[in-house]
């Protein structure tokens, strides 16, 4: 079956930075529509980031300019690098797959099929 295992998550200062990492087995990468989303408590799952099949990159209002999303194919991993971190970044964030071509242009989480378990980035003042 399709793992996705997230890592790299931690807690940092604000201003500082962390590269989290989204392993996958039993799916390729690069023939998906990968993403990665937060979600604190309380709150609905908040779209970040999303790279497309063809390479195309996208990011959430809130996260554009610090977090960068990329992908080593040979590794099948997905990366989001994220700089001058706020405290208002503190979440648990998702890895997710979908074949869907709606990746594209929606955040909605119902479109992804699969989804880690989560890694948990803690931004303190």
């Known amino acids: 079956q399709v793992q996705l295992v997230e890592s790299g998550g931690g807690s940092v200062q604000s201003g500082g930075s962390l590269r989290l990492s989204c392993v996958a087995s039993?799916?390729?990468?690069?023939?998906?529509?990968m993403g990665w989303f937060r979600q604190v408590p309380g709150k609905e799952r908040e779209g970040v980031a999303a790279i497309g099949s063809d390479g195309t990159t996208r990011y959430g209002d809130s996260v554009k300019g610090r977090f960068t999303i990329s992908q080593d194919i040979a590794k099948n991993t997905v990366y989001l690098q994220l700089n001058n971190l706020k405290p208002e970044d503190t979440a648990m964030y998702y890895c997710?797959?979908?074949?869907?071509?709606?990746?594209?242009?929606?955040?909605?989480?119902?479109?992804?099929?699969?989804w880690g378990q989560g890694t948990q980035v803690t931004v303190s003042s």
């Open positions: 039993r799916l390729t990468v690069s023939w998906y529509c």
């Open positions: 997710a797959a979908t074949a869907s071509y709606a990746c594209s242009f929606s955040w909605s989480a119902k479109i992804f099929n699969y």
